[in-house]
């Protein structure tokens, strides 16, 4: 009975590596002083009665590393896409010409970057927060089979493979926080 026991272990890598990809979202909205159609992700605008996505309204290219451009498709929705990106706290001044909005990047001074590398390191820490709840369901799957029947032996070996997972992707978590920090902090 107790061989037919087994944790699932892709469901709790697929988790962890669900919380991976919210930090990588996360980290491609932060602003590094180049331009990237990313940075808007998180900007929505108020649009034919629900909250709309900017990239959902227009265009948005980037055609040099200080520019994003949105080509607007609706020409009422411009006031509205502007607006948003102003009180957005990107700190980027959009600058209309008819339908196209351009926002020019300006350079980070060293406070700015240094405010950022916090802001990543909070983004991190979410993270790592979300994939040791993944290990603890991972710990408690265990518990749970335990009590139904599952020796120590293999109780010991499902500990170490959640506890592995969980230390590869934790690493991992690391590893683009520091990429982001050098990216940030790159002048």
Do not use: C
């Amino acid at each position: 009975m107790s061989d037919e026991i087994e944790i699932n272990t892709d469901d709790l890598s697929r988790r962890m590596d669900g919380a991976l990809g919210a930090l990588r979202n996360e980290f491609a909205s932060l602003r590094t002083g180049r331009a990237s159609s990313q940075m808007l992700d998180p900007i929505h605008v108020e649009a034919y009665g629900q909250m709309t996505p900017i990239n959902q309204l227009g265009t948005v290219n980037v055609p040099e590393p200080r520019m994003v451009t949105i080509n607007v498709w609706d020409k009422s929705m411009v006031g509205k896409v502007e607006k948003a990106i102003r009180i957005s706290g990107l700190g980027i001044n959009p600058q209309l010409n008819g339908t196209i909005i351009m926002l020019p990047i300006p350079e980070l001074n060293e406070e700015r970057r240094r405010e950022l590398t916090k802001v990543a390191g909070d983004y991190a820490e979410r993270a790592r927060v979300a994939i040791r709840n993944v290990r603890r369901d991972g710990m408690d799957q265990i518990k749970k089979a335990k009590a139904a029947g599952m020796s120590e032996d293999d109780q010991k070996f499902w500990e170490s493979e959640v506890q592995d997972l969980t230390d590869k992707h934790i690493a991992l978590v690391d590893k683009a926080l520091e990429t982001k920090q050098a990216e940030i902090m790159q002048v």
